[in-house]
């Protein structure tokens, strides 16, 4: 168990930030640095240059982020069609159904299915909340029965 002492990497960083920029800042204001038009108009540019740079940086990151998520997911419903793809019951039916369906909203339509049992399977005009609201019923009537 840590010592209530002991701080944290963040709290030591920001600790030894904020006295550093309080030390800066006094010799600065002391030499009236900060009295001068051009220092302002520095800072107002290096200001708007780091809000567009976090703004960029933070776009790049969350659609990489999402692309990331996307290709787990896809990889997700690639693993649990070729668990289910062998199965000729109704839950195992519907299951595939939710699985392509769901792969197919994700832009992929490459499903290669080899020995599969594919009979009575509906891949149109359903959307992913009654291909959801239907496995659910079946696995409940499953364990019922």
């Known amino acids: 168990m840590a010592d209530e002492t002991d701080k944290g990497p963040i709290s030591i960083t920001l600790t030894a930030w904020i ?3 309080i030390g800066i800042c006094s010799a600065t204001w002391f030499i009236h640095f900060y009295h ?5 108009l520095a800072f107002m540019v290096g ?6 740079d976090v703004l960029f940086i933070g776009v790049l990151i969350f659609w ?3 692309r990331v998520e996307n290709r787990i997911e896809i990889r997700r419903y690639r693993e649990e069609l070729r668990v289910w793809k062998g199965q000729g019951t109704p839950e ?3 299951r595939l159904e939710l699985f392509i369906g769901r792969l197919n909203e994700l832009g992929t339509f490459d499903v290669p299915m080899p020995n599969s049992i594919m009979t009575e399977i509906n891949l149109t005009g359903t959307s992913r909340r009654e291909r959801s609201i239907r496995i659910q019923s079946i696995s409940r009537n499953s364990e019922q029965g």
């Open 19 to 21: 006295i550093a920029a």
């Open 36 to 40: 001068e038009h051009e220092f302002w």
């Open 64 to 66: 990489l982020n999402k």
């Open 92 to 94: 195992a039916k519907n």
């Open 47 to 52: 200001l708007h240059n780091t809000l567009f």
